[in-house]
């Protein structure tokens, strides 16, 4: 395990801003997760679990508690048929790495979650999703250290209460209270992904002439499309899609069709408005505010090119939703979490 000591957060998280934490633990081996949630025990410290800090904003204020990280590595076949392949990864494993291993190996079901930045022990947190797929679709299982127990749980999908954007691990009572070891996927074996694909998808393969939706060639395009809109967040300070996408009720929809704003109907019938299309027809599209910039090319991203404080970002976030509640009547959501500092702006 290591230990480090007042680390800034601006170098743990990718929109590259926050002050320091007391302490930063890198666990790396099992038995090195109850030795460093005793230690913030016997301090009396508060402690807050990352992964590759890709959907985590800190404040200048910093945290003053112990930062877990997970390192643990490793990807294992548990069983394998002519049909499917039950595969785990530990939660410290680089989540493209892992889409990229399943790939090469024809598996398929996560090969549309390409290039998403973050860790195997963090996309379950979210229920990351992407391009038709969403990681509960092909998750069965996690194993986690209960903070509150202090004992190695199997928590298994019909207990995680998968949502969009929202499970029991970052929603609710149990927010934060487990570490993620590892995730058990069942993903399909000679098996490729099926039409119809989002249009964007849809688009790139017709026009590079690919009809083989194979797992590799799905990546290849995902991976394409996404270098094209979207700015890599080792580079570029930036924390992915900044705002959630809003879904609908009847009564939202109606008063949206009303206002004309273009609706999303997903395969299972769900209504949802893009919000970064809101932004963009707001006029936000490109605008540079407080040191923060919409991106130019993906309006739900928002790129840190001058901002030195948190409040900065707090401000342009404030500006961008501001402005579409007034001109559309619809109230964006932040995606991204904000490590709690005790005087952090919501």
């Known amino acids: 395990m290591i230990i480090k000591e007042n680390v800034p957060l601006s170098t743990l998280t990718t929109m590259r801003l926050g002050g320091p ?34 959907n985590t904003l800190a404040t200048d ?8 990280i997970n390192k643990i590595k490793g990807i294992e076949v548990i069983s394998e048929t002519s049909d499917e392949v039950v595969v785990r990864a530990f939660g410290g494993e680089i989540w493209d790495d892992f889409v990229a291993w399943t790939c090469e190996r024809g598996y398929s079901g996560i090969e549309a979650l390409s290039k998403i930045p973050g860790t195997v022990g963090a996309a379950p947190v979210q229920n990351i999703g992407a391009y038709g797929q969403e990681i509960s679709q ?4 996690v194993e986690a250290y209960d903070t509150k127990t202090g004992e190695l749980v199997v928590i298994g999908i019909e207990d995680m209460k998968m949502s969009y954007r929202s499970t029991i ?33 849809q688009k790139y393969l017709d026009e590079h002439n690919v009809t083989e939706y194979s797992p590799k060639n799905i990546r290849a395009a995902v991976s394409a499309i ?47 408005i893009n919000s970064g299309y809101l932004i963009e027809s707001a006029g936000l599209k490109g605008k540079l505010l407080h040191g923060i910039r919409v991106s130019s090319k993906a309006a739900l991203v928002l790129i840190n090119e001058s901002a030195h404080a948190y409040s900065d970002l707090a401000n342009a976030k404030k500006e961008i939703v501001d402005t579409v509640r007034e001109k559309y009547g619809f109230t964006l959501e932040q995606e991204p979490v904000v490590i709690p500092d005790g005087k952090a702006e919501e």
């Open 138 to 141: 092909t998750i069965e299982s």
């Open 169 to 201: 691990f970052n929603t609710g009572k149990d927010a934060g209270r487990y570490f993620i070891v590892s995730a058990t996927f069942v993903l399909e074996n000679e098996e490729y992904m099926e039409q119809p694909f989002y249009n964007s998808l």
């Open 61 to 68: 204020a910093g945290f003053p508690g112990v930062v877990i």
């Open 226 to 272: 996404r270098a094209e809109k979207l700015p890599d967040p080792a580079t570029t300070p930036s924390a992915g899609s900044f705002f959630k996408n809003i879904y609908l009720n009847d009564e939202d929809a109606a008063k949206a069709e009303k206002k004309g704003i273009k609706i999303w109907e997903k395969p299972d019938g769900k209504k949802m």
């Open 21 to 54: 934490a007391r302490y930063v633990f890198e666990v790396e081996e099992l038995k090195d997760i109850p030795e460093a949630f005793k230690f913030a025990t016997t301090k009396n410290l508060p402690v807050w679990l990352m992964g590759g800090g890709a």
